[in-house]
């Protein structure tokens, strides 16, 4: 099923090119981007159903010119003049020095994409998505006494954005969906639970991969009830797809976006073309690179995604940027602006992120570990670009003794580590590599967005806690 | 129009009830790199958000659905009605327990009006040129502002619903990151603090960029935290709300009726023994300093102050309407800010004895169902029990709170941030801490 493009941003298309013919007899360069994002997610728990709009919904429009020195933005989403947005940007002028930016010149480019899905949710109709949910939660509690609460979520999100200036006009229509499944389960005074994250260029068939994990994910959060703590201290560990995937975005993916390199945030800036890793260390980046919920043609600024390799075989290639970092550093911009709304400023921001994978058998690996750990799930991580310090906290290790695992489980488990020595020290590397991008990604606190990560299995050293 | 086709739409019988949450905004943004302006931003949008309730029965059950809707200005009367209909066929699909709308009426919250900041773009500036005098200028000749990121955002906020509430208020919110730097014998090293403000106010901007760049500087001198086992442990800063926000979860209807809250009304929230300092917090709407103060909820129930722990002990479940009427208590409001009674000893008298002392995490976070804590240390200070103090940086730090609750000391020493006040510093007795 093809993913229908806006009416709103077709029949609006003409005033908004009349606004940019507007705006360029005043500034040098100006662009509008305009987006009309639509999407549901359906939320079902113990003893409640939610049906609510999604968050990533939005309909506005953020123009941006150049006014001789650097760059301005005015975002709205009311149906202005083009007087008004003039008066809007006028409004931005302050005092102080400013950074000077050349004015961007484009290659010409008019084109229109649109991606399809299996099952696009309104073929799908919001009785039978729910029912699939709350029979998923029915079956949860059918299959285990210590059930507390089952969180059953699904969220489909079509983007539909159209991108002008002088000499772009770009349209694009894609649909992304993600899925997650957390059972909490009790016993006594403990209380755990296991996230599953299920995400894709999909429509509600993306509800079949949940259906097949349903039991697995309430055995597992049984099991968790046993987990041990850690003794902290620095293993040998394999890394899941999932926390690879987390370890490629926190440890490496933040520090080559360029916009940090303008700002002298960046520790890797100062390693283009140097060794950051081991040969097994191949990392990519790009809304091209992979199919998952970071994919798109365009990014927000008007440039075409690609696929970056930032990484090759332990030496660091390049970084991302957004189109004023690559500006700034008179470097080609790698389509890697992205907004979290029309309402937000354009940073350089992660697309699909991943290692990319190698010949090595995870069998081969767990025997090659005399005392270590299989680190399978990831809550959360947190970057630091300026000193490649790595946090990342893993729902759980299964515990690896004398080249076997033993059952026994740790939880939760906190990854630290110096990130030129945690890459320094992958020395094997799965053959499938598989993405996700159920969650979402900040930059520090804020500015959220959809991105996926992954790679493959990975064995390196961590210091874990 | 929206409140006329939604009007429409319930004489027609396609929908029971309403809700409008209705936003104006306008901002400005300024985004510096160095002592220079990168760039400047404005904005001036209307966000609309409405709620659909459908009401039936099913298997003899009285039900009330609901679904949401994202709504935009640009849409006409047709698209309105198109997608209200949508979301009205949703919520009949929604199988919820029947619960009440709030009703208009009711006593007038006791809250100050928003700061009116008439000019945002000479606010800005103004505080702009804080960060660009000072961070031009390198404290004690090691630290200085790397970046930074302002924005000022004031507008109003409407909530009306099919029962007759309508409410309106003004709000201000500041926000923005400090980033600062400073030379190490290895290489620069850096610290990011977020900012949330609720006035505007240069001097206090000073104030906190001032103590980033001290905290930098004591980042600089820091040795890799030694793997020191599990000691005492005294967290600072946002980690305390963070910490403490596991409370505030347990004592809310919503988990009562989800069956995930450890805490019951009458009952302690700090376990069987408590040897350290018992809790005392309140919920409130109003506290000066905190940008997510709010005069009325989402719902339009007007807040006011109320106690939820008195010496350690749970005083009555909290929430929105829905969920205390699910619980069969009465309800509070969702209320924005956390007040927390402080303790009886200083932090000097909490360092007693050794501890980690901890004032920057990257990401401190305590998981609010199960109470398991940690974070990685950017910046603490390992006291030894002999009174030695050693700046130490890397290295994790993870715990149970439930484990520790009985024992929580809390400082006397009172701490002010985005939708807290509370404590300066809480004691915990050990935690895990592997080293940098």
Not at chain 1, 229 to 246: D, F, N, R
Not at chain 2, 77 to 99: I, M, Q, S
Request: proline share 6%; hydrophobic share 40%.
């Amino acid at each position: 099923m093809r993913v229908p493009y806006s009416p709103y941003l077709s029949s609006r298309k003409r005033s908004f090119r009349r606004l940019v013919r507007r705006l360029q007899r005043e500034y040098a360069y100006a662009s509008l981007l305009a987006t009309d994002c639509t999407g549901t997610r359906y939320e079902v728990r113990r003893g409640q159903v939610s049906v609510l709009d999604s968050r990533w919904n939005e309909r506005g429009c953020v123009a941006r010119v150049h006014d001789g020195t650097g760059y301005l933005e005015a975002s709205f989403n009311r149906p202005l003049s083009p007087e008004e947005v003039l008066r809007l940007l006028e409004g931005t002028a302050g005092g102080g020095a400013r950074m000077e930016y050349p004015v961007h010149r484009e290659q010409p480019l008019r084109r229109r994409w649109r991606s399809s899905v299996r099952l696009l949710p309104e073929a799908a109709g919001v009785e039978k998505t729910l029912a699939r949910l709350t029979n998923l939660r029915d079956r949860a509690f059918a299959c285990s006494s210590l059930l507390a609460d089952m969180r059953l979520v699904f969220e489909a999100v079509t983007v539909r954005k159209l991108f002008l200036s002088g000499r772009r006009e770009l349209e694009q229509a894609y649909l992304w969906s993600q899925g997650s499944m957390v059972p909490v389960v009790r016993r006594g005074e403990d209380t755990r639970y296991v996230h599953v994250g299920f995400s894709g260029l999909k429509g509600v068939e993306l509800l079949d991969e949940m259906e097949g994990k349903l039991e697995p994910a309430v055995a597992l959060a049984e099991e968790l009830l046993s987990a041990a703590k850690i003794t902290p201290g620095t293993y040998e560990v394999i890394l899941s797809p999932a926390v690879a995937g987390l370890l490629a975005h926190e440890a490496f993916g933040h520090g080559v976006e360029m916009d940090l390199f303008v700002k002298g945030r960046a520790k890797a800036a100062g390693y283009l073309g140097a060794r950051v890793g081991s040969d097994r260390v191949t990392l990519h980046d790009g809304a091209r690179a992979a199919r998952q919920v970071g994919s798109y043609w365009f990014d927000d600024e008007g440039t075409l995604g690609g696929d970056t390799v930032t990484v090759e075989k332990g030496v660091m290639r390049a970084g991302i940027s957004d189109l004023l970092s690559a500006l700034a550093l008179g470097t080609p911009p790698t389509g890697h602006g992205r907004r979290e709304s029309f309402e937000r400023k354009a940073y350089a921001r992660m697309a699909n992120t991943f290692f990319a994978g190698g010949r090595d058998r995870l069998e081969d690996m767990i025997a090659s570990i005399p005392r270590g750990y299989l680190l399978e799930q990831y809550s959360s991580g947190m970057e630091d670009p300026r000193n490649w310090g790595l946090q990342g906290i893993v729902l759980y290790g299964r515990e690896i003794a004398d080249g076997r695992l033993t059952g026994r489980l740790v939880s939760p488990v906190i990854m630290t580590g110096y990130v030129p020595d945690v890459l320094g020290s992958v020395s094997a590397a799965g053959p499938e590599v598989r993405l996700e991008g159920a969650g979402t990604c900040g930059k520090g606190h804020k500015e959220n967005m959809k991105n996926s990560m992954g790679g493959p299995y990975l064995k390196c050293r961590l210091r874990l806690g | 129009m929206l409140q006329a086709v939604l009007e429409g739409l319930r004489r027609a019988g396609v929908l029971n009830a309403w809700r409008i949450v209705e936003q104006q905004v306008e901002s400005r943004e300024l985004f510096l790199v160095g002592t220079r302006a990168d760039m400047r931003r404005a904005k001036e949008v209307s966000r609309l958000q409405a709620t659909v309730y459908r009401d039936f029965s099913r298997d003899g059950r009285a039900c009330r659905g609901s679904a949401t809707a994202r709504l935009h200005p640009t849409q006409g009367r047709r698209e309105l009605e198109r997608a209200l209909r949508a979301a009205a066929g949703a919520a009949g699909h929604v199988l919820n327990p029947a619960y009440p709308l709030v009703s208009p009426g009711g006593p007038a919250p006791q809250v100050p009006e928003a700061p009116g900041v008439p000019d945002l773009g000479g606010a800005l500036d103004s505080l702009g040129a804080v960060l660009l005098e000072t961070g031009g200028v390198q404290k004690g000749e090691k630290a200085r502002l790397n970046s930074a990121e302002l924005f000022l955002e004031r507008g109003e906020t409407r909530v009306r619903n099919s029962e007759g509430v309508d409410v309106r208020f003004g709000f201000f919110q500041g926000s923005g990151e400090l980033f600062v730097e400073a030379e190490a014998p290895g290489g620069p090293v850096e610290l990011f603090q977020p900012l949330a403000f609720a006035r505007v106010r240069a001097d206090e901007l000073r104030v906190e960029l001032d103590r980033q760049l001290e905290l930098c500087e004591r980042r600089a001198r820091a040795v890799p935290t030694p793997a020191l086992g599990s000691p005492p442990v005294l967290l600072t800063g946002v980690a305390v709300r963070e910490l403490l926000s596991y409370f505030t979860y347990h004592s809310s209807a919503e988990a009562a009726y989800g069956r995930v809250a450890r805490f019951r009304p009458g009952e302690g929230v700090q376990g069987r023994q408590v040897d350290g300092d018992p809790l005392t917090l309140s919920l409130e709407p109003y506290l000066e300093h905190s940008p997510s103060s709010v005069p009325w909820d989402v719902d339009g129930w007007p807040l006011a102050p109320t106690a939820l722990i008195e010496q350690g002990r749970l005083l009555r479940w909290w929430g929105p309407l829905r969920w205390c009427h699910y619980q069969g208590c009465p309800p509070t409001g969702h209320l924005p800010n956390v007040r927390v009674g402080p303790g009886s000893r200083g932090l000097a008298e909490l360092r007693r004895g050794g501890c980690l002392e901890v004032a920057v995490f990257s990401d401190f976070q305590c998981d609010a169902l199960t109470g398991d804590f940690a974070g990685e240390l950017r910046l603490g200070t390992w006291q030894d029990p002999g009174g030695g103090r050693q700046p130490v940086t890397g290295g994790s730090l993870s715990g149970r709170l439930p484990e520790l609750a009985g024992g929580l000391e809390l400082s006397a020493e009172i701490l002010r941030l985005d939708g807290y006040e509370g404590p300066a510093g809480v004691r915990l007795a050990s935690a895990a801490v592997s080293g940098g």
